[in-house]
């Protein structure tokens, strides 16, 4: 039901300290906007926007390869555009060859223009949802698998560093560990390595390049080298610090409602992998 769009590394987002990581999501179901609204805000954060120019420039960049046009964070509030969240648009990349934008109150992003349309806010459209989320450094030794349960229990999981931008937030954090190595939601089981928050693997960063094929059953688990700044296997029984994956907390803006309709069911983000 989703796909994942390049992961941003963005500071100062909405006020918070810098080191937030946002992330974006295709939701194929065509729904109204305010029922897109609804629906990221309970299964992800909010509906996805992009308040800068690099920002926006590598968003519609990478949206045009998505399979249609769909809603952005975007809408017009007492004739004033605002990103979702209840900031003022001061600058809108609209598509001007289209005459864009007309009379109408919400935004969605056009895949082929790569420019963002306006339209009534009751027709349905696939959408765009963002989860915001940081690295938190932890200075307790446990196993993997303690790092894991406690992760789960206090934050939302271990780290995944599956991109350059999440990889270099957590070198940041990392500074400030106590042990050489720190734990990440990096696994091998059943013959390949994953991460347990279900993100991808298409990011690598093993020291030397050399990913274990086929590691010994007590060095299945990845760490974070601070020394080399590399991923590496380690004794799933050693007790290192270890990094948490927490969500950033939506801030509630009264926001003007633009139809009634129920927002349908949709799959969440990537199930988290069961670990045996």
């Known amino acids: 039901m989703k796909t994942t769009l390049t992961v941003l590394l963005i500071l100062g987002l909405y006020g918070l300290s810098s080191g937030f990581i946002k992330q974006h999501f295709f939701v194929k179901e065509r729904m109204t906007w305010n029922s897109a609204s609804k629906h990221c805000k309970t299964h992800f954060y909010d509906l996805s926007t992009f308040t800068n120019v690099n920002e926006e420039q590598q968003f519609l960049e990478d949206a045009a390869y998505q399979p249609s046009d769909a809603w952005v964070g975007l809408n017009k ?40 349309h306006d339209r009534n806010c009751n027709d349905q459209y696939s959408f765009y949802c963002m989860n915001i989320s940081e690295f938190v450094l932890v200075h307790q030794n446990k196993t993997w698998e303690g790092a894991l349960e406690y992760c789960r229990k206090q934050y939302n999981d271990l780290a995944s560093l599956s991109s350059f931008n999440m990889m270099d937030s957590a070198l940041g954090k990392s500074t400030q560990a106590e042990t050489e190595h720190l ?46 700044q590399n991923w590496i296997h380690r004794d799933c029984e050693e007790k290192l610090n270890f990094l948490c994956s927490a969500q950033a907390v939506p801030q509630v ?24």
Do not use: M
């Open 183 to 228: 734990w990440t939601g990096l696994r091998y089981q059943a013959g390949h390595w994953f991460w347990v928050n279900g993100d991808d693997l298409d990011y690598k960063d093993w020291y030397q390049n050399q990913q274990p094929q086929c590691p010994a059953r007590n060095l299945r688990c990845g760490a974070l080298d601070k020394k080399t």
């Open 77 to 116: 509030v007492s004739g004033v555009w605002q990103w979702s969240g209840g900031e003022n648009a001061t600058r809108i990349n609209w598509d001007t060859s289209n005459q864009q934008p007309e009379n109408d109150d919400c935004a969605f992003q056009h895949k082929a223009y790569k420019k963002l």
């Open 253 to 276: 803006v009264p926001q003007t409602t633009v139809d009634s309709t129920p927002p349908a069911h949709l799959t969440s983000p990537s199930p988290k992998k069961t670990v045996s």
